[in-house]
């Protein structure tokens, strides 16, 4: 059985990273990535990678903040991705349970994420973890 560990990303991780961003449709270089992490980072946002056997799998990232409609702050799920080759191997379902924890020990009551119309397969991912639809999201390109 594969040994799968989950972790803070390191500055290491970016070569990875923008591979597996570049698998979603966003291109970037790994310099980029790296700046984006460190941004992430002072924006007290995390990136966590999943490792199968050693290797880089999959990652994710949380945005946890405060909102006016309620006291509790909201975690939202800002990026989820898993590599090609690592797919149906129980590695997002793993990345979705360490980003719940996460929320629940930030005292969130609520998990928010987007996830493309077009992406039925992701779709039916969420929904199999209990997660609902349940906004119509709107967004505008500058």
């Not at 070569?15 to 007290?44: C, K, N, S, T």
């Not at 997002?92 to 929320?103: I, K, Q």
Request: glycine content about 10%.
């Amino acid at each position: 059985m594969a040994a799968l560990t989950i972790k803070e990303a390191e500055p290491s991780d970016a070569v990875f990273l923008a591979d597996l961003v570049d698998q979603l449709g966003y291109p970037a270089a790994p310099g980029e990535i790296r700046r984006r992490m460190e941004q992430l980072g002072r924006d007290g946002q995390t990136t966590l990678v999943a490792e199968l056997d050693g290797g880089p799998a999959g990652v994710a990232v949380i945005q946890i903040s405060p909102v006016l409609l309620e006291n509790a702050p909201t975690c939202r799920l800002a990026v989820l991705v898993v590599a090609d080759p690592a797919r149906r191997q129980g590695i997002g379902r793993a990345l979705v349970l360490a980003v719940e924890e996460e929320a629940r020990r930030s005292g969130c009551n609520w998990i928010v994420l987007e996830s493309g119309v077009w992406r039925d397969k992701a779709h039916n991912f969420y929904r199999s973890l209990g997660y609902e639809s349940v906004a119509l999201g709107f967004s505008k390109e500058f």
